[in-house]
């Protein structure tokens, strides 16, 4: 693909310079070259997200594409994101993949995922896979991994992709859902154990009652057997890091564990013996609830589902909540158990993520001020609309290019020693002002204020500058 690479810079910088679009024969008389070989290299840079193309009429019609830079989303993604290619080497890791496998980011250039050091990634079935997504086939798998000396499981998705040079790769992205696996064993493992414990009470009983007529002391015994053993299932609950209850068949709780007393805000005799739906579930909810619970009594099946609570406090929670039925040894439904996990802070946080979000997208689209970002190279990386008041240009016309694409020679010199200033004497969290001219799009000198601020990454190096640009009102410029 290197051989192709002058060949594709100088498609896309005709497209760039035609942003209403160019077809086949247009650009193979602009740059020189057959039409059946510029079809092969739009094909290319069309599948590598290069280019994109409409069919207006019977012609074919090839624009630039409007890239939004994924690397800088990749970090604020709660699963761990890796980007491998066809030799299983790391192209691109998040943070939250660099501290699962306790490797720094900028350690992955060149290494192999069969490489990195922790038994997980050792795991032959999650390599073989990578290969089948190697060969254009998109899988969601669940591994059961060690992290850290301790049995994990994925959901883990594994997206072919293509790079930008056209070569093939997959994308994982691996969701740890150990806590839900765990939480579904932990409710098969009580509801096995509960009705064990029905089975052996009941047997017991039966030999109590024959007994009973024989021996008064025989029984008594078999009581303190009973006891002992509903202590014991008591206790097993009671470690439980989950809400745990058991209802019969009209919904009221017979048990409850201690963290589902924490949960509800109240003591066993608040409710033992109560409808659990009646007294705690929120009343605009309280309907759906209890269907489920018929459900559930009637058909056996279980249910996964969220709803709110109100404690006696008057405190409101939400509680995601796994339901099964309880069955007796001839297969007889007889009750519910409930495990729940108090979600409240998990969704309040979440809710607060997407409105920030929400709020500063609107904020950097809506402002008169010209909003940028440039990498270590002074090549732009994001531009607002408010660029196009100042410039006549769009942020397409910035993306992707070099800051002195803009300016006059005069004032980049300007520029860059104010720059050279800021890097030795290393301002912390300052914005540094300019004022300085820019061109317009028709190479007129427009007159700016421009605050940037430089950005170092944690090794102290320059990786970048951000900043606002505002247009000056009353100064006169001549073209330089």
């Known amino acids: 693909m290197e051989i192709y690479k002058e060949e594709h810079r100088l498609i896309k910088n005709l497209l760039k310079d035609n942003p209403r679009g160019l077809s086949v024969t247009d650009i193979s008389k602009k740059i020189g070259i057959n039409r059946n070989t510029v079809a092969k290299y739009l094909e290319i840079l069309r599948i590598s997200g290069h280019v994109e193309m409409e069919s207006i009429g019977t012609a074919k019609v090839y624009f630039l594409s409007q890239r939004i830079p994924v690397s800088t989303l990749l970090d604020f993604s709660s699963d761990n994101i890796v980007v491998i290619d066809s030799e299983h080497k790391v192209i691109q890791a998040n943070d939250r993949f660099a501290e699962l496998v306790n490797i720094p980011k900028k350690d992955f250039r060149d290494r192999r995922i069969d490489d990195v050091p922790i038994s997980m990634l050792s795991n032959r079935t999650l390599i073989e896979k990578i290969d089948e997504g190697l ?31 056209g070569e093939a790769g997959v994308t994982l ?10 939480s579904h064993n932990t409710l098969k493992e009580q509801q096995e154990i509960l009705e064990n414990r029905v089975s052996e009470r009941t047997a017991e009983l039966e030999r109590s009652n024959e007994l009973l007529k024989k021996e008064i002391t025989e029984r008594k015994k078999a009581e303190e057997r009973i ?18 209850i058991v209802l019969d068949e009209n919904q009221n709780c017979t048990l409850i564990n201690k963290k589902g007393l924490e949960i509800l805000e109240c003591a066993n005799e608040d409710i033992i013996g109560k409808n659990l739906n009646d007294n705690f579930i929120l009343e ?5 609830v209890h269907e489920r619970c018929c459900r559930i009594l009637n058909d056996g099946c279980e249910i996964n589902c969220e709803s709110h609570i109100i404690t006696p406090t008057g405190k409101e929670k939400l509680i995601k909540w796994i339901n099964a039925s309880i069955k ?14 108090d979600i409240s802070e998990q969704r309040r946080i979440e809710n ?6 929400q709020k500063y997208r609107l904020l950097a689209d809506n402002t008169l001020d010209s909003i940028w970002k440039m990498d270590k190279n002074l090549v732009f990386t994001y531009a607002n ?28 010199k300007k520029m860059m020693e104010i720059m050279s200033s800021s890097m030795e004497h290393r301002p912390d969290g300052n914005f540094t002002k300019m004022e300085t001219v820019i061109y317009d799009t028709k190479r007129n000198l427009v007159p700016i204020d421009i605050y940037a601020k430089m950005l170092f990454d944690e090794n102290g190096d320059f990786c970048g500058l951000q900043g606002t640009t505002r247009k000056r009102t009353n100064v006169n410029t001549s073209h330089e």
């Open 135 to 165: 060969k254009g086939k998109e899988l969601v798998e669940i591994f059961d991994l060690i992290v850290k000396n301790e049995l994990c499981f994925f959901k883990t998705k594994i997206i072919p992709s293509t790079f930008d040079d």
């Open 173 to 182: 992205i691996m969701e740890n859902i150990t806590e839900d696996v765990n």
């Open 227 to 244: 006891l002992e053993e509903n202590t014991k299932a008591q206790t097993y609950l009671d470690v439980a890091g989950v809400l745990i």
């Open 284 to 288: 605009s909810e309280r309907n759906d």
């Open 328 to 341: 007796d040894k001839n297969g007889n439904i007889h009750g519910i158990i409930v495990s729940g996990q």
């Open 352 to 357: 607060e993520l997407k409105e920030s979000e």
């Open 385 to 412: 609309p408010a660029t196009n008041l100042i410039t006549d240009l769009g942020p397409e016309d910035f993306i992707g290019t070099k800051l002195h694409d803009h300016f006059p020679e005069s004032e980049m």
